[in-house]
């Protein structure tokens, strides 16, 4: 059987950009197959302590590393045109042939409320995030025919133009989503799905209402990218304690999109209990369970999986996970 392709989750909510760079060519040479960087504009809780501009930073990656890479996620809604989301991508991609991919959410409060707008119910988000994919497709396949597109909608406008800088092959557009309706709105018109570690079954969904759509659009079998957040350490109780610091957001059962500042998410993390991690955060010293659930997710179909050690001991996590799990998974 084919090894899995297991990318590193770089987070530029936890560690200066410099050392998300070094990280990510670090876990390149230890075998990871490709880097997926957070786009965000603060930090979950303060104790993370960063946020970096992740164009800049993928920029530095794709120079350091030879695989895959991306934004897992971006959000071209409130903070971003999608025309210059559009135009950040295509230039990456022909910077790096076949090598990025772009991935598109319906965004946060908590980054986006930064521009001053009007913080709209998930049900309008999600409409502008699908408008977005429109217009950046639309801008792709006009950009890349060499001729000038326009759009109107609901949500943006974008007067005649076309991206001058384009790659031969635009990037892949995946959709982020946890939900099985907008999950199959991604496989109608996009080229993929992302999402976050959950209950199996619920990524079982998922993943079938993705290739659900694909079919009904008459589209190509859709790419299932994965990131699952896991914590590490020599022994449990490190690794509990880790999580509880450094990424307690993991754990949080209600909705959190519109949550607007690092400060209110650190007072929400007092109430979460080491139980709350249970099927969305993989807490364990012993690197065969974490070997078996990543397995598991693989067996649904998963065409990528990119990992996320919460803590910062992720040096340590990379040499472990390299040699004692990584080799072991198959698809």
Do not use: C
Not at 111 to 127: D, F, K, L, M, V
Not at 159 to 178: F, G, I, N, Y
């Amino acid at each position: 059987m084919a090894s899995l392709p297991v990318g590193y989750a770089a987070m530029l909510e936890q560690f200066p950009p410099a050392e998300a760079v070094e990280l990510a060519a670090y876990a390149e040479s230890r075998g990871f197959s490709g880097v997926m960087a957070s786009d965000h504009f603060q930090p979950w809780v303060p104790a993370q302590g960063q946020s970096s501009f992740v164009w800049a930073v993928l920029a530095a990656v794709a120079e350091r590393t030879g695989g895959d890479f991306g934004p897992g996620v971006t959000a071209p809604t409130f903070r971003w045109h999608p025309a210059m989301v559009a135009q950040a991508s295509a230039t990456l991609a022909a910077m790096h042939p076949g090598r990025h991919w772009l991935g598109i959410g319906s965004g946060e409060a908590l980054n986006e409320h930064i521009a001053g707008q009007y913080w709209p119910e998930a049900p309008e988000r999600i409409n502008r995030m699908f408008e977005a994919v429109e217009l950046i497709s639309k801008l792709f396949q006009g950009s890349r025919a060499g001729r000038d597109v326009k759009h109107a909608g609901p949500h943006f406008r974008m007067e005649s133009t076309r991206l001058w800088t384009m790659p031969d092959v635009p990037p892949p557009v995946l959709v982020a989503t946890a939900g099985p309706v907008t999950a199959r709105r991604a496989g109608r018109s996009a080229d993929g799905l992302i999402t976050v570690g959950a209950p199996v079954e619920k990524v079982a969904g998922l993943f079938a209402r993705v290739d659900e759509g694909a079919r009904e659009a008459g589209r190509a079998a859709p790419t299932k990218v994965l990131r699952l957040h896991l914590s590490w350490a020599p022994t449990d109780e490190e690794a509990l304690a880790a999580a509880l610091r450094e990424w307690p957001n993991g754990a949080m059962r209600f909705p959190r999109s519109d949550i607007r500042s690092p400060f209110e998410f650190e007072q929400l993390a007092k109430l979460v209990r080491p139980e709350d991690f249970e099927g969305r955060v993989i807490v364990s010293a012993d690197p065969d369970v974490h070997r078996a659930a990543i397995q598991r997710y693989a067996d649904l179909g998963a065409d990528r999986i990119y990992l996320h050690n919460v803590g910062r001991n992720q040096r340590e996590w990379i040499e472990v996970f390299s040699r004692d799990v990584l080799p072991r998974l198959v698809r």
